[in-house]
Every structure is written in structure tokens, then in C-alpha cells.
């Protein structure tokens, strides 16, 4: 089993619509969570942190299941620009400076 | 604020000749730094991390090795390259604290071996 895994995708959806990404990890000891965008070509960026009263950051908004050990990032009314690869990280475990990215799902919004 | 800087933004190299990439973040002190590379359509593979001057981590096994001669300078290098050495090379860097942080990215290498 990975140690984050993420949709296949590619997700190809319209303008306006919602999208969810789901993002599931193996160690149970993680601590910290984020949701990375990456444009082609280009390095990721920090999009938000997700905590465990989950957060919302105007569109977007991050769930957190420690339970289930689950991660999701909503979009809401989704924008052509928001057409990137969204990448689950997970790190955090006690002591430890690894950092695990997933691979990542592709989004395609389109007019 | 902080920034990170890498270069060069894109490199062409033959099989066997060495390897140089440098990485500077300014704007913060005694930051974790790490190396990682991105194979075309494929997710972020972790190579080194630093947690201060002359401490690195490893974490696969291959023919590349990096330094951190200075606090906010990490560099990746390697002697002899190979064409599964081809892909985007990143550099990152957090807060001090171990992977709580988020990690913030410098803009990459594209690294080609020919």
C-alpha cells in the first residue's frame, strides 16, 4: 500500500461545477497535512493546510479524517484557472522530517 | 519575507559528465532544506534533506550526493550522470521543526541527459 494515495484522475468537469479530491494515507502516527497545487511545468505551491476541524479558504475547502485517515480538498464553482494537479502531502510523524507527496490528481476545467 | 532561489531553470547534459545544482533561500535562518526530483507525469520523489550546516539525510540510494556547505545553501551534485538522472529537480525549504512545516519550493531544474 502507498503512503498517500490519491484519484487517478484526471478529473474534466465544467466551469461552475464542484469538484473533490480525496487523498487516503497509511500511517496513522501523521501529523500534518496539506494540499499542494502544481501548474505544468511548474513547482507546486502551498494551497492550504488542512487541520482537524477542517478550513475553508474561499472555494476551497479541507477536510480532515483521522480516523479513517482520509484527506479531501473541495472546489467549489470551479474556474478554467483553477486547471492544475492537486497534490495530498502528509507528514508530521513524531521525530521524523519526511514529508510524503502523493502522486497527485489532474483537473481540467473547461468553459 | 523568504525566498528561494535555484539554478539553472533548465540544463542539458551528456551521460557521465558531473552535475552541479544550487539552491540559496534567504529571508529566514537555520531552515530544513530538501532535494527532490519529478520523473515527466510522475509525483515528487524525495532525494536529501538537511537540518542544519553539514547534516544530510539520504534517502535513496543512487549516484547523487548534496552538501550544505552554508546554513541557507544546499547543493546536489553528482560525479558521473545517467540517463535515468533526466527529470525536474526541486529544491524546498520549511521552517525548523520537523514536517509539520509546510515546505515551500524554489521554481526547479528541468534536467536533461542526452
Known amino acids: 500500500r502507498k503512503e498517500v494515495e490519491q484519484d487517478p484522475g484526471p478529473f474534466n468537469v465544467p466551469e461552475g461545477a464542484t469538484v473533490a479530491f480525496n487523498c487516503t494515507y497509511s500511517?496513522?502516527?501523521?501529523?500534518?497535512f496539506f494540499w499542494y497545487r502544481q501548474d505544468c511545468r511548474k513547482e507546486p505551491k502551498l494551497l492550504m493546510s488542512?487541520?482537524?476541524s477542517g478550513n475553508e479558504d474561499g472555494r476551497f475547502t479541507a477536510q480532515l479524517n483521522r480516523a479513517s485517515q482520509y484527506i479531501s480538498l473541495l472546489i467549489r464553482d470551479s474556474k478554467l484557472s483553477d486547471s492544475a494537479t492537486y497534490l495530498c502531502?502528509?507528514?508530521?510523524?513524531?521525530?521524523?522530517?519526511?514529508?510524503?507527496f502523493g502522486a497527485g490528481t489532474r483537473l481540467f476545467v473547461k468553459a | 519575507s523568504q525566498t528561494i532561489h535555484q539554478w539553472p531553470a533548465t540544463l542539458v547534459q551528456p551521460v557521465g559528465s558531473p552535475l552541479s545544482l544550487e539552491c540559496t533561500v534567504e529571508?529566514?535562518?537555520?531552515?530544513?532544506l530538501y532535494w527532490y526530483r519529478q520523473a515527466a507525469g510522475r509525483g515528487l520523489q524525495l532525494l536529501f534533506y538537511?537540518?542544519?550546516?553539514?547534516?544530510i539525510s539520504s534517502e535513496v540510494p543512487q549516484n547523487l550526493s548534496a552538501s550544505r556547505p552554508q546554513d541557507r545553501q544546499f547543493i546536489l551534485s553528482s560525479k558521473k550522470l545517467l540517463l535515468s538522472d533526466s527529470g525536474f529537480y526541486l529544491c524546498?525549504?520549511?521552517?525548523?521543526?520537523?514536517?509539520?512545516?509546510?515546505?515551500?519550493f524554489g521554481d526547479g531544474t528541468r534536467l536533461s541527459i542526452l
Open positions: 488542512v487541520y482537524s
Open positions: 500511517n496513522s502516527a501523521s501529523q500534518s
Open positions: 524546498a525549504w520549511s521552517v525548523t521543526g520537523g514536517s509539520n512545516q509546510p515546505q515551500h
Open positions: 529571508g529566514t535562518s537555520n531552515p530544513n
Open positions: 502531502v502528509v507528514g508530521g510523524v513524531t521525530g521524523g522530517f519526511k514529508t510524503i
Open positions: 538537511s537540518v542544519g550546516i553539514g547534516q
